[in-house]
């Protein structure tokens, strides 16, 4: 306790949880501002010699293992691909950063009432974003804006290309990606080494951990404290006071605060909020609306293995180094709304093998597997529509080794996800089957959630939403959410940049909102 920066009775400073997107952007911000920020993280921090090009070497390094329990179409005993760690989940994410269209930010209006889902529109516009996109995309150093090159196409990228190009599609390239394509900001560029969920082991991929909370600390403002797993938000009527956590020798500390910011992914947000219940709340911290946990939404997602005639090496250059835009488009004639991408994904022998022939043994899965340096692959990624039943909630029972709450996400996909699943499918066999490749596999319903949002959506209306648009909660003012948790809809672009810009606007607000003295 000697060695903390800011004492524990503190409540004058601004207490984050969570490092990774916008945690450890928003600690940033402000810490430059001069405004003392306590991070809290549950993981514990990785060197960089911890970090290896290995997949299964890094896995059980920085997930978040902790037990989580998954009903309906999630899978039953890893629903969620999260990460328990400095820098959070921004050290597996493949580093993609699109930004969201209009249309996608405008659900309800632009594809009107959907059985079974809860569209709305964003209480922000994409214009209301523009200029803190434009920023994002600065401090990220992200390829294909401010002069920055695009990452070379590998062999993967090609035969997306070539294949796209039969097909008739035309907005393909390279992708806007966070990863330097030459040394910048102190950090290495990209060696094309693959398999960029392992983390990066040059540091060309943005994270927080070497470049947000790097430049937190060299501010006398900002002090890290990771392996805290924070337990509970303590309130006083309407206005939040202090957090409660455990250290890594199971001693339970509270941190006073002048407000606090919640940036755990959007299940950790709401299982926080949940277990913060008071007689005040009694339904769980800021849920006035019984929106806390529901909407949730991760994106549709399948994969396509096609077995080309030549070596592809997918295991050579950025895993999602590559995407055809096309089909990101509004078109009801298709027989669903909303889009999807196609992007490049670079997976492991052993996880293919996983995916790909479950069941399988000898010869009909050695002949299989062998051909691995013919292997191409692509994702669909597709808008995931919200409903009030896709939820996360805490199980009745089950504790954890904390003694919380397990989590349990219930997620069922809706019909419009089915039928864009369906056409997006066929259009990747007919991809690959158009380059002569002698067998095409579908990965479907196999994928743990990797892009999670909703949970606690922004918007105007306190009787439906949990925050307003800069992600302050309707029922407490000096508590905030900062993470993929405020996403009223999804879109079906990878959400870390939008993430990043909601945060950086929500700095501006929360410097405004000190100097007024509303916080």
């Known amino acids: 306790m000697s060695d903390y920066k800011f004492s524990l009775e503190d409540d004058s400073v601004a207490v984050i949880i969570g490092s990774g997107a916008g945690g450890g952007t928003l600690a940033n911000q402000l810490a430059q501002q001069g405004i003392d920020v306590v991070c809290l993280e549950a993981g514990r921090r990785l060197a960089p010699v911890d970090i290896v090009n290995d997949e299964a070497a890094m896995f059980p390094k920085f997930t978040w293992l902790d ?7 999630a899978l039953p005993n890893f629903p969620l691909w999260i990460c328990k760690t400095v820098g959070g989940t921004t050290m597996h994410w493949t580093a993609a950063t699109p930004r969201l269209q209009a ?53 993967n990228f090609k035969v997306l290309e070539a294949g796209g190009r039969k097909l008739g599609y035309t907005d393909i390239d390279t992708n806007r990606m966070a990863i330097n394509p030459e040394p910048k900001d102190g950090r290495g560029g990209c060696l094309q080494l693959g398999f960029c969920t392992s983390g990066c082991a040059t540091q060309a991929k943005w994270c ?117 835009r096309d089909e990101t488009r509004h078109d009801p ?15 492991s022998p052993g996880s293919l093998a996983d995916l790909m022939l479950q069941g399988k043994w000898g010869h009909e899965f050695t002949s299989v597997l062998e051909k691995y340096r013919n292997y191409a692959t692509v994702m669909i990624m597709g808008e995931d529509l919200p409903t009030a039943d896709n939820r996360i909630s805490l199980h009745p029972e089950r504790r954890d080794q904390y003694g919380l709450p397990v989590p349990v996400v219930h997620y069922t996909n809706h019909p419009n996800n089915r039928a864009m699943l369906h056409y997006g499918l066929e259009q990747c066999n007919k991809l690959y089957r158009s380059l002569g490749a002698e067998q095409v596999f579908d990965l479907k319903d196999v994928f743990p959630a990797t892009h999670n ?43 870390t940049l939008t993430i990043v810009t909601l945060v950086l606007r929500q700095a501006e607000y929360i410097q405004q909102q000190m100097q007024r003295g509303a916080i």
């Open 453 to 495: 949002m909703g949970t606690a959506r922004m918007g105007e209306d306190p009787a439906t939403s949990v925050t307003n648009p800069w992600g302050q909660t309707h029922d407490i003012g000096n508590l905030f959410i900062s993470d993929g948790s405020l996403f009223p809809t999804a879109g079906c672009e990878n959400p």
């Open 333 to 347: 004639a298709r027989g669903f709304s909303g889009g999807f991408q196609m992007h490049t994904v670079g997976l």
């Open 103 to 155: 249309h996608e930010m405008r659900a309800l209006s632009t594809y009107g009432e959907i059985t079974g889902a809860s569209l709305v529109d964003w209480p922000i516009s994409l214009a209301d974003l523009e200029p803190y996109y434009a920023r994002a995309e600065r401090m990220m150093g992200v390829t294909g804006t401010n002069g920055i090159p695009m990452l070379p196409g590998n062999n």
């Open 67 to 73: 037990e989580v329990i998954g009903e309906g179409d």
């Open 208 to 324: 927080t951990l070497y470049t947000q909370i790097r430049d937190a600390e060299q501010t006398d403002h900002f002090e890290l404290r990771p392996e805290s797993m924070v337990m509970k938000i303590l309130h006083e009527g309407d206005r939040v006071t202090a957090v409660q956590y455990l250290d890594t020798e199971g001693q339970m500390h509270e941190q006073k605060a002048r407000f606090i910011c919640v940036a755990g992914n959007a299940p950790g947000t709401a299982r926080l909020l949940l277990n913060s219940a008071s007689t005040h709340f009694p339904e769980g911290l800021a849920n006035t609306s019984d929106q806390v946990g529901r909407n949730y939404m991760r994106h549709m997602l399948a994969a396509v293995v096609g077995i080309m005639p030549g070596e592809v090496h997918i295991y050579k250059g950025p895993q999602v180094a590559g995407v055809i």
